[in-house]
């Protein structure tokens, strides 16, 4: 109980002295490991147990989509998906906020990132919502919430590290199995964006022809065709995930150098160092938090939250509702990668006493945590969303709030409804 008082105190203190959360999770795990194992090294076990955590061929497509989507970022993808959104939402009662939702939808889907989308979509559309009368603080949150959308709609990175989280749930389900709770939370955005901008008298867009939408959308075939290279690749067994991000790279390399030519040659040695950047925090993570979630199997803490939940109650209902606040909670002051390491081996063995699918609760794990990304205090869609609109998080709470409950009502519908995650997996025969 010692050891993980000790875990738990640190790990906080370390937190609210604002200390990067891959060194808390380092320096807490290294702590206990010298009050609980006594026959070994703290810090030779810590270092073993990072090494090992990142010894996985899975881990591999991570920094491949990383880079895949800072070449999205930059090559005029994020453009061409705007144009085909509005061509075919835009004439809609806040059309801008439909169109801003399905962009973001859509290039978080090819890029698997939020913050990309994020900066991407709302670069974009902030400005152009702000010049047709929308409030910029309204335009932030649709762009900020709807980001998030393309954690679940393959292929997704922290969908791959809930996968070595888990022990090797298949990534190829559970990509598929991230299309309709992905899609239910951006068609949940629009209906209520669309009463917002309604009631505000929002300006609508003009109607555009359909020689005009065939236009926009051939011009955006080439980007959306990587998604069916991608997961068409994966689901007909051509190539594993891993392959599939490499492939990827190699796509929207030729796709924005050559073919669109908007990201210039001088740009990638830049690229490349920005990906190389993020792919060194992430993997930083991921070692310092399969350490920690390590001491926590080795202290018996998955089998002892798993008793006292079901000693607790035995109503799945109840404890599923349970597991939702904690993460929801969580999300709010802990990253998404460290979060899907730390609390799969805590939470994965209760509910699969309950008898539910490790893909489903996959699915749970990261909507949960991607509503995180867009609250306080350190929700980095919501930081980048408010930076990319030039206003202040104070100011946007307001009109998230409507936005959080959208996405907190398809949290509840994909918990409670568990064919919504499993029946795209399960027609593909996993």
């Known amino acids: 109980?010692?050891?993980?008082?000790?875990?738990?105190?640190?790990?906080?203190?370390?937190?609210?002295?604002?200390?990067?959360?891959?060194?808390?999770?380092?320096?807490?795990?290294?702590?206990?490991?010298?009050?609980?194992?006594?026959?070994?090294?703290?810090?030779?076990?810590?270092a073993q147990r990072m090494a090992t955590g990142l010894d996985s061929f899975a881990l591999l497509a991570i920094p491949f989509f990383i880079l895949a989507g800072?070449?999205?970022?930059?090559?005029?993808?994020?453009?061409?998906?705007?144009?085909?959104?509005?061509?075919?939402?835009?004439?809609?009662?806040?059309?801008?906020?439909?169109v801003n939702i399905l962009a973001c939808m859509l290039f978080g889907a090819i890029s698997g990132s939020a913050a990309a989308a994020a900066a991407a979509i709302g670069g974009f559309m902030t400005p152009l919502m702000n010049k047709e009368g929308y409030d910029k603080n309204f335009s932030a949150a649709v762009n900020i919430t709807s980001?998030?959308?393309?954690?679940?709609?393959?292929?997704?990175?922290?969908?791959?590290?809930?996968?070595?989280?888990?022990?090797?749930?298949?990534?190829?389900?559970?990509?598929l199995a991230?299309?309709?709770?992905?899609?239910?939370?951006?068609?949940a955005l629009m209906i209520v964006s669309g009463f917002i901008a309604y009631f505000k008298k929002y300006p609508v867009g003009d109607r555009v022809a359909l020689k005009e939408i065939a236009k926009r959308f051939l011009e955006a075939i080439p980007s959306l065709f990587l998604l069916i290279v991608v997961m068409g690749g994966i689901v007909a067994g051509y190539f594993t995930a891993t392959e599939a991000s490499a492939?990827?790279?190699?796509?929207?390399?030729?796709l924005s150098v050559l073919i669109y030519r908007?990201?210039?040659?001088?740009?990638?040695?830049?690229?490349?160092?920005?990906?190389?950047?993020?792919?060194?925090?992430?993997?930083?993570?991921?070692?310092?938090?399969?350490?920690?979630?390590?001491?926590?199997?080795?202290?018996n803490i998955p089998q002892n939250v798993s008793e006292t939940l079901i000693a607790l109650t035995d109503n799945k209902i109840v404890i599923l509702l349970i597991i939702?606040?904690?993460?929801?909670?969580?999300?709010?002051?802990?990253?998404?990668?460290?979060?899907?390491?730390?609390?799969?081996?805590?939470?994965?063995?209760?509910?699969?006493?309950?008898?539910?699918?490790?893909?489903?609760?996959?699915?749970?794990l990261v909507l949960n945590l991607c509503i995180g990304l867009c609250t306080p205090p350190v929700g980095s869609v919501l930081f980048i969303g408010c930076g990319v609109a030039n206003t202040t998080v104070v100011k946007v709470l307001?009109?998230?709030?409507?936005?959080?409950?959208?996405?907190?009502?398809?949290?509840?519908?994909?918990?409670?409804?568990?064919?919504?995650?499993?029946?795209?997996?399960?027609?593909?025969g996993f």
């Open 178 to 187: 991230g299309y309709l709770p992905g899609i239910i939370v951006g068609l």
């Open 1 to 46: 109980m010692t050891e993980i008082l000790v875990l738990v105190i640190s790990f906080v203190i370390l937190l609210l002295l604002g200390v990067p959360i891959a060194f808390c999770i380092g320096i807490a795990t290294t702590l206990t490991m010298l009050l609980s194992i006594k026959t070994m090294p703290a810090l030779t076990t810590v």
């Open 398 to 428: 307001k009109p998230l709030l409507p936005l959080f409950v959208a996405m907190v009502l398809s949290l509840l519908l994909v918990t409670y409804v568990p064919e919504l995650s499993l029946a795209v997996p399960r027609w593909f």
């Open 324 to 364: 939702n606040l904690i993460l929801l909670f969580v999300g709010t002051f802990m990253d998404m990668t460290p979060a899907v390491l730390i609390f799969t081996p805590i939470f994965l063995p209760v509910v699969m006493k309950l008898g539910m699918d490790p893909i489903h609760f996959g699915i749970i």
């Open 247 to 254: 492939i990827a790279v190699l796509y929207t390399f030729v």
């Open 147 to 175: 980001s998030t959308t393309g954690l679940l709609i393959p292929p997704s990175n922290i969908l791959i590290v809930y996968s070595l989280a888990s022990g090797g749930v298949s990534i190829a389900a559970l990509f």
């Open 262 to 299: 908007e990201v210039k040659w001088k740009e990638i040695s830049k690229i490349l160092l920005d990906s190389a950047s993020t792919t060194a925090i992430v993997m930083l993570l991921v070692g310092t938090s399969m350490g920690m979630s390590w001491i926590l199997s080795y202290e």
């Open 70 to 98: 800072q070449l999205m970022n930059r090559g005029g993808i994020a453009r061409r998906l705007i144009d085909l959104a509005k061509a075919i939402v835009g004439m809609l009662p806040g059309g801008l906020a439909y």
